[in-house]
């Protein structure tokens, strides 16, 4: 049997190029140049230069620090040769330049992901971590709803005072109450009218009044870049009942969702409740080549020191387990009407689960006079 070790290549600072929140989540060290991580028989061995080796002594919760200098790839070649190694394992991210390069004198293994299972269960840290995360949230949600209250309609567009309100200028509050708290934002989303019917559309320009406002805010932790995520639909001025009528269908479906989250769930189960729950309100959904409408994305995913990771709630089977936190986030999305979803985050419990999301969603509260 050949002796294989496990290989990970990838800088740990957010926004880094190659960055790896494996690499990150398993040693706790932040570094914005890539580096190699490797793992024979349960020990692990961190590949540093000069510059960082000192300080992955003291901050990198690894067994081995090896300090390397001149060429990283060659100095990690001559260390697995000098163990016997004679395959790799690597994830399916790696960098395509790196695995060819290692193919030169090892056999070269893509592992299934995730690489780290043990991610998707959250310790009693990384849970505080993420909470702290989603307080922030929400004192940013608050900042722009404060914001909204203080605009006006004039026709069909909302200004404040004279000056129309426009989706970055709601963003721009967002971005700075969360940087204010230590926190940062990547692509947070003010979406009204159609550009709401594209769910990852960010939004621009003057905001429309009495249509879907859809706020998506996901920022990290400058600190230890644990996420939070979190949507929530409003409008500015009294909506027409079609959308009254969506927005509570919305609602609802989320909340018959996180009733029924628990572990042993499995949550493919729970998003076909939702696309059936949907259907039968008379909310279609069609994906095609030419068209996406209706429930056309996931109901969840996980959020830990990646804002994406396992479990996810969609089309493939995933059993849920203690531990794991989660988005349920349902939404209906029609290009001639725009888009509502509304997201909280919950922690499964040994029973049931806890929402970690305490902004309110009400309709009452969706609606800014």
């Known amino acids: 049997m050949k002796k294989l070790a496990r290989l990970l290549y990838g800088a740990t600072d957010g926004g880094a190029p190659y960055f790896s929140a494996d690499i990150l989540w398993r040693t706790g060290f932040r570094v914005p140049d890539p580096l190699f991580l490797v793992e024979i028989t349960g020990k692990t061995f961190l590949f540093a230069s000069p510059l960082e080796a000192g300080r992955a002594e003291k901050e990198a919760d690894v067994d081995h620090v090896v300090r390397i200098t001149g060429n990283a790839r060659a100095a990690i070649t001559d260390f697995l040769k000098a163990r016997g190694i004679r395959s790799v394992k690597v994830p399916g991210s790696f960098p395509y330049g790196v695995a060819k390069s290692m193919e030169k004198n090892f056999t070269v293994v893509i592992a299934e992901e995730p690489w ?3 991610r998707a269960i959250k310790t009693a840290a990384e849970i505080r971590e993420i909470e702290k995360a989603q307080r922030a949230t929400e004192r940013a949600f608050s900042a722009a709803i404060t914001f909204l209250r203080a605009c006006n309609i004039k026709r069909h567009g909302v200004y404040h005072g004279n000056r129309p309100a426009t989706s970055e200028m709601v963003r721009a509050i967002i971005d700075h109450a969360l940087w204010h ?5 990547m692509g947070t989303i003010v979406a009204s009218g159609t550009q709401a019917a594209d769910p990852h559309c960010i939004g621009r320009g003057v905001l429309s009044a009495r249509v879907p406002i859809v706020i998506d805010i996901f920022p990290a932790s400058l600190a230890t870049h644990y ?10 001025g009294k909506p027409a009942k079609d959308y009254v009528r969506m927005y509570e269908h919305v609602r609802k479906a989320q909340e018959n969702a996180i009733k029924k989250i628990r572990p042993g769930a499995d949550g493919r189960r729970i998003y076909n409740e939702v696309r059936e729950y949907f259907s039968a309100e008379g909310y279609r959904t069609t994906i095609d080549g030419k068209r996406a409408e209706g429930f056309i994305h996931g109901l969840g995913h996980g959020v830990g020191i990646d804002i994406h990771e396992h479990p996810r709630l969609g089309s493939e089977a995933e059993i849920l387990e203690k531990g794991n936190v989660v988005t349920v986030e349902p939404g209906l999305y029609y290009p001639r009407v725009g888009g509502i979803r509304i997201e909280d985050m919950v922690l499964i419990t040994a029973t049931g689960c806890k929402n970690l999301t305490r902004a309110p969603k009400s309709l009452a509260t969706a609606i800014i006079p």
Not at 181 to 185: C, E, I, M
Not at 227 to 236: E, G, H, I
Request: negative net charge; aromatic residues 22%; charged residues 30%.
């Open 181 to 185: 708290d230590g926190y940062l934002a």
């Open 227 to 236: 996420y939070a995520d979190m949507t929530r639909t409003v409008f500015k």
């Open 116 to 118: 780290y299972p043990e």
